[in-house]
T-cell receptor
């Protein structure tokens, strides 16, 4: 069975600092995708970054990077130079065949 | 480019009424997904379609829920009769090529059943 775990219900970070949001997963499928989504207080789901299980390099998208450690089955999201607008819920998800979401981490960025 | 469009944005109705949620996926996307988000259960996949054909409806809670995709640009999720426990935010999402591709979400429909 596939499973996604986010162990941090909430995180705080000061503006301009980097923050890492943890995500571990479990699957027996050799081919899968890992995703991070942001959900601001307004409620929409915003796709941030994607990592394929066969990708050799860690994915990066602007200030977002995905620290993919396949052997440890972890896919942590790193946000560099945090901004106040980064305050939101962040969901990790995986899809061998359909998207399964973690429980989310609420990130608060303070000045 | 237009994103995934959902309507209505908010719906408040009384228990027992029929509720219909609508979704227009991104043009060219061949996968469409319906999700439900609640505080208790988080984000759950209800059903997804590929090329207008339902592929996996194992997440549909019960027979009161039904979903259709009559063509590539339109899908509905219907609840009949509605119950207070159906209150949630319902999201539609679409993607192209594979379920392993990033999904683009609509803004959601916030449903309240009184």
């Amino acid at each position: 069975a596939q499973k996604i775990t986010q162990t941090q219900p909430g995180m705080f970070v000061q503006e301009k600092e980097a923050v890492t949001l943890d995500c571990t997963y479990d699957t027996s499928d050799p081919s899968y995708g890992l995703f991070w989504y942001k959900q601001p207080s307004s409620g929409e789901m915003i796709f941030l970054i994607y990592q394929g299980s066969y990708d050799q390099q860690n994915a990066t998208e602007g200030r977002y990077s995905l620290n993919f450690q396949k052997a440890r089955k972890s896919a942590n999201l790193v946000i560099s130079a945090s901004q106040l607008g980064d305050s939101a819920m962040y969901f990790c998800a995986m899809s061998p065949d359909k998207l399964i979401f973690g429980t989310g981490t609420r990130l608060q960025v303070f000045p | 480019d237009a994103g995934v469009i959902q309507s209505p944005r908010h719906e408040v109705t009384e228990m027992g009424q029929e509720v219909t949620l609508r979704c227009k996926p991104i043009s060219g996307h061949d996968y469409l997904f319906w999700y439900r988000q609640t505080m208790m259960r988080g984000l759950e996949l209800l059903i997804y379609f590929n090329n207008n054909v339902p592929i996996d409806d194992s997440g549909m809670p019960e027979d009161r829920f039904s979903a259709k995709m009559p063509n590539a640009s339109f899908s509905t999720l219907k609840i009949q009769p509605s119950e207070p426990r159906d209150s949630a935010v319902y999201f539609c999402a679409s993607t192209q090529g594979s379920v392993n591709q990033p999904q683009h979400f609509g803004d959601g429909t916030r449903l309240s059943i009184l």
